[in-house]
Nanobody, 125 residues
Framework: QARLVESGGGLVQAGGSLRLSCAAP?????????MAWFRQAPGKEREFVSA???????FYADSVKDRFTVFGASGNTTVYLQMNRLKTEDTAVYYC??????????????????WGQGTPVTVSS
């Protein structure tokens, strides 16, 4: 079973940037897969942030569009989330998830089979 490992979280001031990484050490994905980022803020439900197909198509939540960029698929099973112009409301634990195949409903948690343990991101004002 694939185990996803996130890294790159930390403390940053509002307006700053962070890059998160998600790796699947020792796991080989098939040619088609979907990898996604979700986040859970304190006291809130986990929410979709972004997703990428192995073929390169990307998807974003409206709240992060034009600030966050997901990249690194296309045969490379390490996926990155570049987060720019961070806001205090971006504070959350960020989780990586993956699924075989191209999922139509990329924002639904249930379509993902594998999850990481999460990496915390704190954005200070």
């Amino acid at each position: 079973q694939a185990r996803l490992v996130e890294s790159g979280g930390g403390l940053v001031q509002a307006g700053g940037s962070l890059r998160l990484s998600c790796a699947a050490p020792g796991h080989t994905f098939g040619p088609y897969y979907t990898m996604a980022w979700f986040r859970q803020a304190p006291g809130k439900e986990r929410e979709f942030v972004s997703a990428i197909y192995s073929g390169g198509s990307t998807f974003y939540a409206d709240s992060v569009k034009d600030r966050f960029t997901v990249f690194g698929a296309s045969g490379n099973t390490t996926v990155y989330l570049q987060m720019n112009r961070l806001k205090t409301e971006d504070t959350a634990v960020y989780y990586c998830a993956s699924s075989s195949g191209y999922q139509n409903s990329v924002s639904r948690e249930i379509v993902y089979s594998y999850w990481g343990q999460g990496t915390p991101v704190t954005v200070s004002s």
